[in-house]
């Protein structure tokens, strides 16, 4: 059976354009997530779109409902290792930046830090100053 039909139904001018545009805002936003080098490139993006009709009773008029949804890459998980030790009743934890526990390291900028990414010389002044040893060769 075949039949003639008139049905204006423009994707483009739909709901006053909402419909194109929750399609471009979706299209925009797994791009986004296609960009974002925390995602996996090896994931796939699915833009997904639901048009529901409802007829009134009459059959007269048509009630059309539109959602457009996307799922997209989930950022890549990330990790690090943190250092913690008991001193009485405190507990104390830090990131560990060097990956061993009492190494030393040069960070992006050149300087020496502590496996927790204090600068030494920095913790060196506080051990100085805390154990009342004399610097002779501090001036004043």
């Known amino acids: ?19 194109r545009r929750h399609i471009e805002r979706e299209v925009s936003k797994i791009f986004e997530n296609i960009h974002d080098k925390q995602t996996s490139s090896e994931t796939k993006r699915t ?3 639901k048009v529901d009709f409802t007829p009134n009773d009459e059959r007269e008029t048509v009630a059309v409902n539109f959602s457009v949804a996307s799922k997209l890459a ?10 913690t030790e008991r001193l009485g009743d405190l507990i104390k934890a830090h990131e560990l930046k060097s990956g061993v526990p009492g190494q030393t390291y040069i960070d992006d900028d050149g300087t020496v830090k502590t496996d927790i990414g204090e600068p030494v010389d920095v913790v060196e002044k506080e051990t100085v100053k805390k154990s009342n040893v004399i610097d002779m060769k501090a001036k004043g």
């Open 74 to 83: 989930p950022i890549i998980d990330a990790n690090t290792s943190m250092k």
């Open 1 to 19: 059976m075949r039949f003639t039909n008139d049905i204006d139904f423009d994707l483009n001018s739909l709901g006053d354009g909402k419909f």
């Open 47 to 49: 833009m997904t779109i």
